[in-house]
């Protein structure tokens, strides 16, 4: 699953629509088509085809309309299971499902962001990097640490004029095996 989970993430169009189902819960191919009038009918339910196929969604609903059935569409997957069966199970399937909804999350945000039409990136102080560091486990564990403390030492905080709602995202990649 999780190939075919990154195939649809790494697929514009598919992203998209990814993006949309998981916002939306479950959504009908005209709702896709409504709010992505860029994509064409043909490629919206080719897709939706080829990602049924996949066991990337499901059919929740069909519902008759005028000679026709139309079909209500679903993630196939449960991407809210807990993550204590992730930890005991040890599966790198599920942890990558957690991962994709983790990302697919902050895709969503970039996504509306970047197509409103007042977005201003240096004002707005949005951004990502990467900071590849040789660390040992205590250093990881030390630096995780003190991040959470950052975090948790303002994370209370009450809305007010002059703060803006912002999501801070952390990933920590699994160490690269080097060759030696």
């Known amino acids: 699953m ?6 649809c993430i790494t697929n514009p169009v598919k992203c998209k629509l ?19 009038t860029d994509i064409p009918q043909a490629t919206l339910y080719r897709h939706l085809r080829k990602m049924l196929s996949d066991g990337v969604l499901q059919v929740v ?3 008759q309309i005028r000679g026709t059935v139309e079909k209500t569409y679903a993630l196939a997957f449960n991407m809210e299971k807990d993550i ?12 990558m499902q957690y991962f994709m909804q983790y990302i697919m999350g902050f895709a969503k945000q970039f996504q509306q962001y970047c197509q ?13 990097s990467l900071s590849p560091l040789y660390l040992s486990d205590e250093e990881l564990t030390d630096l995780v ?15 007010r004029a002059d703060r803006k709602l912002r999501t801070v995202g952390v990933i920590i990649s699994p160490p690269e095996k080097l060759d030696d």
Do not use: C
């Open 2 to 7: 999780a190939d075919k989970l990154m195939d």
């Open 145 to 159: 640490t003190n991040i959470s403390r950052l975090i948790g030492a303002v994370k209370n905080n009450e809305p």
């Open 18 to 36: 990814l993006l949309e189902i998981q916002a939306q819960g479950k959504v009908t191919a005209k709702h896709l088509s409504d709010i992505y």
């Open 84 to 95: 204590e069966t992730v930890l005991a199970e040890n599966s790198g399937e599920l942890y």
């Open 61 to 63: 609903e069909e519902t």
């Open 116 to 128: 409103s039409p007042d977005i201003n990136i240096k004002k707005d102080m949005t951004g990502f």
